[in-house]
Nanobody
């Protein structure tokens, strides 16, 4: 089992920045690809960003490319999502996910999920 806990969400003005963190425990963190997903009100959960086990490969949804950066620390068992130039369409609950595959880009790639953290962008 892998336990994931997100933090860093909150209320931010449009154009602002937030950094989300996801702390992992329970298994060897470096054995897992990690990802971030989000779910806006009334919408399905969608992929945001993914990172490989070593951190050498990163993937982004087109909607966040150039604004968000995913990175990880395998010594601190934490994955981060730096979010810049936020807009109202980024308002959602953000979830951290872990999977044993090479990458995470779909929900089915993820075996473990955190409870989520709310990000609200005010215009």
């Amino acid at each position: 089992q892998v336990q994931l806990v997100e933090s860093g969400g909150g209320l931010v003005q449009a154009g602002g920045s937030l950094r989300l963190s996801c702390a992992a425990s329970g298994r060897t963190f470096a054995d897992y690809a990690m990802g971030w997903f989000r779910q806006a009100p009334g919408k399905e959960r969608e992929f945001v960003a993914g990172i490989s086990r070593s951190g050498g490969n990163r993937y982004y949804a087109d909607s966040v490319k150039g604004r968000f950066t995913i990175y990880r620390s395998n010594t601190q068992n934490t994955v981060y999502l730096q979010m810049n130039s936020l807009n109202s369409e980024d308002t959602a609950v953000y979830y951290c996910a872990a999977g044993r595959g090479a990458v995470i880009s779909r929900e089915n790639d993820s075996a473990y999920w955190g409870p989520g953290t709310q990000v609200t962008v005010s215009s």
